[in-house]
């Protein structure tokens, strides 16, 4: 193999694993999209508002005593959804209120095979987050 190849190989294997995963969700109207990787192992977001960045690349990830999970991870399985709920308040201007979001759901693994989801949601003009750990 000449040097050539082997600079081709080294550079397409060092470009996939430093971004093993890629998924975009935006909100309903398709302005608000959020990001999310994994590069080098480290989940990170980030943030565009009708293409302009708002939020450049932020870390996620847990420390907790069950594991380390913001580095070494991987991605197992992600899912896409909708979400939808209408409700009133007395003391708002707009008394029913009807709230629409697009979600994604992240299941990762950290390097002892432990499990972490982290579920998205975003709207129009919000982005809200969680992380759901299993019980062990």
Known sequence: MNVLNRFLIGFFSLFISSTLYSQ??????????????????APIYSVTYNGKSI???????????EGD?????????SNNGETSKEY????????VVSYKAN????ILANE????????FQVSNNDIAFRYELPKW
């Open 24 to 41: 975009e969700v935006s909100g309903p109207d398709g302005k608000l999209k959020l990001n999310v990787e994994i590069e080098n192992g």
């Open 55 to 65: 939020l450049e690349k932020s870390p996620l990830g847990l420390l907790t005593n």
């Open 69 to 77: 999970f913001s580095s070494n991870m991987r991605l197992l399985e």
């Open 88 to 95: 009133s308040q007395d003391k708002i201007k707009q008394s």
């Open 103 to 106: 979600t994604l759901k992240c």
């Open 112 to 119: 002892a095979g432990r499990q972490i989801s982290i579920l």
